[in-house]
């Protein structure tokens, strides 16, 4: 019995780590589309700060919300027309 419940919870930690890059990685995407339009690429502490935390709060609403939130995101990105 405890080696299923081992096996279950380190599925599930897995689980939220996966979405948790997932997210951050459509955070820095979501980062990266102003700055490839920009002439320059001349960022100054806050701003690398914000884009910091942009791509962890992604990271950290992926693993509470999972597929709906990226879903959401990925409408947003679709409706855009990027």
Do not use: H
């Amino acid at each position: 019995m405890t080696s299923e419940d081992s096996d279950l919870k380190l599925r599930f930690s897995t689980k939220v780590i996966y979405r948790f890059l997932g997210g951050a990685a459509l955070g820095a995407f979501v980062v990266i589309i102003p700055i490839s339009y920009g002439s320059s690429i001349d960022l100054n502490l806050v701003q690398v700060g914000i884009a910091s935390l942009l791509i962890i709060s992604c990271g950290l609403l992926a693993s509470v919300w999972g597929e709906k939130f990226i879903d959401a995101v990925m409408q947003v990105l679709n409706s855009s027309a990027l």
